[in-house]
């Protein structure tokens, strides 16, 4: 469902380049990361979407320093706001959680690492990213779908680097622990 | 194999291997400790094995989520439209 969200006014030259060179180049972040917070595609899209036209206004008070972790802000506070407004029987309809597991790609011939995929481990790894409580999820959401640096990503959060290190490590542990409950023994054992 | 094989790892030097072993996986160590890591993960196979179970699950979360190429496609498009036109 789309949001209410007038179009911005059109901008001037510069606020165009500005938003070509720090905004395009994230699209693709910016939908990953939508997508672990959604779980859905078409409420993904529908907030990146807003995500964009909020970045587009904006761009003009953009310092340019860390376009990535601003972008990741844009898009939380855009999904605080899309919440905020929704009704709330539309939260969280566990209907939509069906095409999580429809949507796994099973094979990319472009891309090799891709083709040893297991739909299986993506979603039980999916499963157990959103069983972890927000303080561990986020830093792995920032640094491995994201792809931020630590020292991006304790900036993002106002936290020390070793804060974002040993949550990661906790966090991903954590989801290995699980995975081995549910049998995927092999990840270790080989 | 070489003809000099180094002798097991100890103990200290995998828990020392633990400690950096994530920060390994996310390209975050200089280049030294990169090596001694790189290079005890190849004798190590308890090592190497985590290792490769958490760059499992990485390379899952890199997968997840990823726009198909039509979305990929209408995002941009949609993106290139707030710079060229004239939304009042």
Not at chain 1, 49 to 78: C, M, S, V
Not at chain 1, 159 to 188: C, D, K, N
């Amino acid at each position: 469902m789309q949001e209410e969200l007038t179009y911005p006014q059109e901008g001037n030259g510069e606020s165009d380049a500005a938003f070509s060179r720090y905004v395009l180049p994230e699209l693709d972040v910016l939908y990953r990361v939508g997508q672990s917070i959604t779980h859905n595609h078409a409420d993904t899209e529908d907030l990146v979407q807003d995500t964009l036209i909020r970045a587009y206004r904006a761009i003009d008070r953009f310092d340019g320093r860390y376009p990535r972790a601003w972008l990741l802000t844009t898009l939380r506070n855009t999904h605080i706001n899309r919440n905020r407004r929704r009704r709330p029987e539309l939260l969280r309809d566990p209907a939509l959680d069906m095409d999580r597991l429809a949507a796994t790609k099973i094979g990319d011939a472009d891309d090799p690492e891709a083709t040893v995929v297991d739909p299986v481990l993506d979603a039980s790894v999916k499963d157990a990213l959103e069983a972890l409580p927000p303080r561990f999820q986020i830093p792995i959401e920032l640094v491995d779908l994201a792809g931020l640096s630590y020292r991006e990503a304790a900036d993002q959060l106002g936290v020390p680097v070793g804060t974002i290190m040993s949550r990661l490590h906790r966090a991903r542990r954590r989801m290995r622990t699980q995975l081995e409950a549910i049998g995927f023994r092999e990840l270790e054992l080989d | 194999m070489g003809l000099f094989r180094r002798s097991p790892a100890s103990k200290s030097e995998c828990d020392e291997i633990g400690r950096l072993l994530q920060r390994y996986l996310d390209n975050e160590l200089d280049v030294n400790r990169a090596c001694t890591v790189l290079v005890h993960l190849e004798d190590c196979k308890r090592c190497g094995l985590e290792a490769a179970s958490y760059r499992e699950i990485k390379q899952s979360l890199r997968r997840t989520g990823r726009p198909d190429e039509q979305t990929a496609s209408r995002l941009r498009k949609f993106a290139e439209s707030l710079t060229t036109t004239d939304h009042r």
